[in-house]
T-cell receptor, first 113, second 114 residues
Framework: DAGVIQSPRHEVTEMGQEVTLRCKPI?????LFWYRQTMMRGLELLIY????????DSGMPEDRFSAKMPNASFSTLKIQPSEPRDSAVYFCASSLEPGQPQHFGDGTRLSIL | AQSVTQLDSQVPVFEEAPVELRCNYS??????LFWYVQYPNQGLQLLLK??????LVKGINGFEAEFNKSQTSFHLRKPSVHISDTAEYFC????????????FGKGTRLSVIA
């Protein structure tokens, strides 16, 4: 059984560049979540989707952040333009229902220089 | 809204000693409760969950947790830890109606000392 797949695992780029993080959820899971994890703020929910539709994006920090889910098997999180304070580990997770156990990917470690 | 408090940010413990990681939650409605573990450079993995039924829940790797409704707690325990248990542990809560996402605590770093 394939789990949640994220790419890339690591990304290092210069500030001002566009960054795109990708996620493939577990097949059949209707809910997809994007999280950001930092030492200072812990694990933060950025946005989540139900059946490809964004339900709550109140955790998205700024307009520089955007997320899409064009189909049931793929989602992207974009940061444009990127800033050093965006450096963090970004996780994608999926679940059958929002309150049920979520399955996490291994994350993308993002470093903005 | 639900909230979770993990009372200890770091817990050092010697190998083969017992450990308890504390979690308290706040909610005006009935809840589901979860413990996740995060090893270095990995995502979060589900250790155990309480949805209903017996208040003592057993999970993977010898961990267990007890749901205490009167004390609004869901503490995680293991009778004898191993070096490999060194990780970050997260408690999470959701409404039992299931229509809102999990709310995570800030995590407890368990360090097992040889």
């Amino acid at each position: 059984d394939a789990g949640v797949i994220q790419s890339p695992r690591h990304e290092v780029t210069e500030m001002g560049q566009e960054v795109t993080l990708r996620c493939k959820p577990i097949s059949g899971h209707d809910y997809l979540f994007w999280y950001r994890q930092t030492m200072m703020r812990g694990l933060e929910l950025l946005i989540y989707f139900n059946n490809n539709v964004p339900i709550d994006d109140s955790g998205m920090p700024e307009d520089r952040f955007s997320a899409k889910m064009p189909n049931a098997s793929f989602s992207t999180l974009k940061i444009q333009p990127s800033e050093p304070r965006d450096s963090a580990v970004y996780f994608c997770a999926s679940s059958l229902e929002p309150g049920q156990p979520q399955h996490f990917g291994d994350g993308t470690r993002l470093s903005i220089l | 809204a639900q909230s979770v408090t993990q009372l200890d940010s770091q817990v050092p413990v010697f190998e083969e000693a017992p450990v308890e990681l504390r979690c308290n939650y706040s909610s005006s409605v009935s809840v589901y409760l979860f413990w996740y573990v995060q090893y270095p450079n990995q995502g979060l993995q589900l250790l155990l969950k309480y949805l209903s039924g017996s208040t003592l829940v057993k999970g993977i790797n010898g961990f267990e947790a007890e749901f205490n409704k009167s004390q609004t707690s869901f503490h995680l325990r293991k009778p004898s830890v191993h070096i490999s248990d060194t990780a970050e542990y997260f408690c999470a809560v959701s409404r039992s109606s299931g229509n809102t996402p999990l709310v995570f605590g800030k995590g407890t770093r368990l360090s097992v000392i040889a």
